[in-house]
């Protein structure tokens, strides 16, 4: 397969010869100028310095010319047919995304189940909003100060964001922030934030672990893998209180009946107290038990600080590498806090 060499970057990844440059670098995690993918508005344009290239309406067998060397190329319309050197600007390499902000449309605030709320925001046209699966955005709350952070519930490369936030009684900032959402046309949002994410395809097994809306960002990372056709299993376990805050169990259910390289297990409390948090425990547990290549996979957890760290400190133990463990909490929590 032949390699495409960033000149200005440094950087390389491999494009096959009836791929477009464009999408073999999405695909290795590199985010470029892009807006129709259609060779009309030229924003992807680049210049070959040095290979062959195609270049056509997305595919080899309607290639209209061969551009020289040092020639303009547009990446949506041309690929590699040797080892090419491009010249681009404006790249940004795999986990590079800048931070920006957007004013969105609050487009739905529903109760989905349990007090959990699904909020679907919309970018303006012609914005997308970029993240990679697993990040979260920051609301602006004009009420409240400070960073009011959200796991993205959905896979990116859409206008489209959407968000499940919990907001029981008695956790006040969170009745009061759909309590604004709902009174709202728009919401300003900055994203995006994190490194639990995906930047590339994996090329191994994913486990992932939620405790109650931590769910969301499993989704995000589930839908990115589904649209990628990944072929590798996929096993979610989702730790709830109670039954009844398995607000998507449904769509969990959907994709293990539809993926036959989906596992989902869920673990289910006996706690009578609403912020009892002892419904956690089995959850390493659980994914021992079942025998998964702990030393192979990428592992993800999304819960609580105590939660992630005893499931890191379980797995470890088993074998697991930590570098294959992901988690937000790893941002801003130590272990020793939380005694591990
Ligand atoms: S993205 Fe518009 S021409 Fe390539």
Redesign the pocket.
Known sequence: MPKVFLSAQGQSFPCARDERF?DAANRAGFRL?????????????ARLIEGKAWQGRATRKTKRATPAASEEI????SGPETDCIIYVENVYGPGELPVKKFVCQIEEVTEMQAHVFRVRLKAPAGKLPEFYAGQYLSLDLPEREGAHYFSIACAPGQREIELHIQADPHIEAAVETVNFLRQERLVKISLPFGESCLHTIPEQPVILLAAGTGFAQMKSLIEFLWQNNFKHPVHLYWTVRKASDLYAETLAEDWAAQYTNFNFSKLIGEAQDEQCTEHHEGLAEAVLADALPLKIAKVFVSGSPKLVFSVKHRLTQAGMPETAFYSDVLEYAKPEDFGF
């Open positions: 464009l100028p892009v807006s129709c993918k259609n060779g009309v508005c030229e924003i992807c344009h547009l990446l949506c319309h």
